[in-house]
């Protein structure tokens, strides 16, 4: 079965250095999200992004975040200046149509010290 | 704002039982309902999906959703120790994108 596939598993990072999560999305799927799980919290939405564009962002998702897709598949996650509080799990997650359901990557975990 | 809540639990049930576990939603015009399950420190995985008022079932699980009581429910039937877990609903609403995961509800079944 086709799976989202999320690099590194695990970054650790210095407060203030820049990070890039990647994605490779299921190859047929139009739709690409970030999400991020802070440790003993809720899985909360960052960004959306269809057709090469955001369609969508969460308050979170300020201007130190950013997303790309550089080629026809991979789909990056940019924090600038990383602080103590951007540690987390981050998920990608895609899906092929509008009402289909969201097929989510092993994760990254993001260490900020 | 668009909110889901959940009871964070621990529900504990033993096994053989089953489990339910319950969602409510606030946004009125949300049009797609999901139940997730997540171990710690994996990622969500898709149980069901549901769109339309009823119940929808598929083997040991049982999806209910009530719209006009903006209310979502997931049945385990014969509960067992791996299905202890976190569950969390999530809600996309028509004119949104994204899925609004509520804060999950932990489940514990004891043999």
């Known amino acids: 079965e086709p799976e989202v596939t999320q690099t590194p598993s695990h970054q650790v990072t210095q407060m203030g250095q820049e990070v890039i999560l990647r994605c490779v999305p299921i190859?047929?799927?139009?739709?690409f999200y970030w999400y991020r799980q802070i440790l003993g919290q809720k899985v909360e939405f960052l960004v959306s992004?269809?057709?090469?564009?955001?369609?969508?962002k969460s308050e979170i998702f300020d201007d130190q975040f950013s997303v790309e897709r550089p080629d026809g598949s991979n789909f990056t996650l940019k924090i600038r200046s990383t602080k103590l509080e951007d540690s987390a799990m981050y998920f990608c997650?895609?899906?092929?149509?509008?009402?289909?359901?969201?097929?989510f990557g092993n994760g990254t975990r993001l260490t900020v010290t | 704002q668009k909110e889901v809540e959940q009871n964070s639990g621990p529900l504990s049930v033993p096994e053989g039982a089953i489990a339910s576990l319950n969602c409510t939603y606030s946004?009125?015009?949300?049009?797609?309902f999901f139940w997730y399950r997540q171990y710690s420190g994996k990622s969500p995985e898709l149980i069901m999906s549901?769109?339309?008022?009823g119940d929808k079932e598929d083997g040991r699980f049982t999806a209910q959703l009530n719209k006009a009581s903006q209310y979502v429910s997931l049945l385990i039937r014969d509960s067992q120790p791996s299905d202890s877990a976190t569950y969390l609903c999530?809600?996309?609403?028509?004119?949104?994108?994204?899925?609004?995961f509520g804060k999950g509800t932990t489940l514990s079944v004891s043999s």
């Open positions: 997650a895609s899906y092929g149509s509008y009402n289909s359901p969201l097929h």
């Open positions: 190859s047929n799927h139009l739709y």
């Open positions: 992004f269809y057709n090469n564009e955001i369609s969508e």
């Open positions: 946004d009125r015009v949300s049009q797609s």
């Open positions: 549901i769109y339309s008022n």
């Open positions: 999530a809600v996309k609403n028509q004119a949104g994108t994204a899925l609004i």
